[in-house]
T-cell receptor
Framework: DAKTTQPPSMDCAEGRAANLPCNHSTISGNEYVYWYRQIHSQGPQYIIHGLKNNETNEMASLIITEDRKSSTLILPHATLRDTAVYYCIVRVGSKNSGYALNFGKGTSLLVTP | EPEVTQTPSHQVTQMGQEVILRCVPISNHLYFYWYRQILGQKVEFLVSFYNNEISEKSEIFDDQFSVERPDGSNFTLKIRSTKLEDSAMYFC??????????????FGQGTRLTVV
């Protein structure tokens, strides 16, 4: 699976958009970009994933560049409860493979009042 | 909303003892996983399980570890002869398959294992 690079930490004011970048310059054509977060040692929580197109759900938006070498997770109106470590993970989506998510160090997002 | 449940939430065991960590995956899911997180470190993949057999495992998952789906609902991780360095949070996860694609994994809240 392709490696990812994320900033170790970011701050965001409550109510503002949090934009979390991720570089995955070695991504291959069949690899998806997944985002998870972990709130204070709880179980990781799935946020969103995408292949080529931008995606949006009730939690966040995922913007993937046209060359797919980087992406941005957007939390449109960050709240204090969004303070967590955010993981960008790239992997193949295949039924016959396991689901060995490679959690790196992620980005520690601090949302401040 | 369906969720992955893990028991117990905290397990303390003496070094050398065997422990079994239990998980109830989401009912229509077909893929099951165990991960662990040593305090202050990253989440590490241990093993994935599909169709009643291990489909993938990491270097961490050696002969000390085993997994089992003893009935239609439970998924267990057994650690034989525990060592101090096995102290960690252990997360179970499950995912379903839609068409020919694996999907996102849902994680339980974890079992904190403390080996003394």
């Amino acid at each position: 699976d392709a490696k990812t690079t994320q900033p170790p930490s970011m701050d965001c004011a409550e109510g503002r958009a949090a934009n979390l970048p991720c570089n995955h310059s070695t991504i291959s054509g069949n690899e998806y970009v997944y985002w998870y977060r972990q709130i204070h040692s709880q179980g990781p929580q799935y946020i969103i994933h995408g292949l080529k197109n931008n995606e949006t759900n009730e939690m966040a938006s995922l913007i993937i560049t046209e060359d797919r070498k980087s992406s941005t997770l957007i939390l449109p109106h960050a709240t204090l409860r969004d303070t967590a470590v955010y993981y960008c993970i790239v992997r193949v989506g295949s039924k016959n493979s396991g689901y060995a998510l490679n959690f790196g160090k992620g980005t520690s997002l601090l949302v401040t009042p | 909303e369906p969720e992955v449940t893990q028991t117990p939430s905290h397990q303390v065991t003496q070094m050398g003892q065997e422990v079994i960590l239990r998980c109830v995956p989401i009912s229509n899911h077909l893929y099951f996983y165990w991960y662990r997180q040593i305090l202050g470190q990253k989440v590490e993949f241990l093993v994935s399980f599909y169709n009643n057999e291990i489909s993938e495992k990491s270097e961490i998952f050696d002969d000390q570890f085993s997994v089992e789906r003893p009935d239609g609902s439970n998924f267990t991780l057994k650690i034989r002869s525990t060592k101090l360095e096995d102290s960690a949070m252990y997360f179970c996860a499950s995912s379903e398959a839609r068409g020919n694609k694996n999907t996102e994994a849902f994680f339980g809240q974890g079992t904190r294992l403390t080996v003394v």
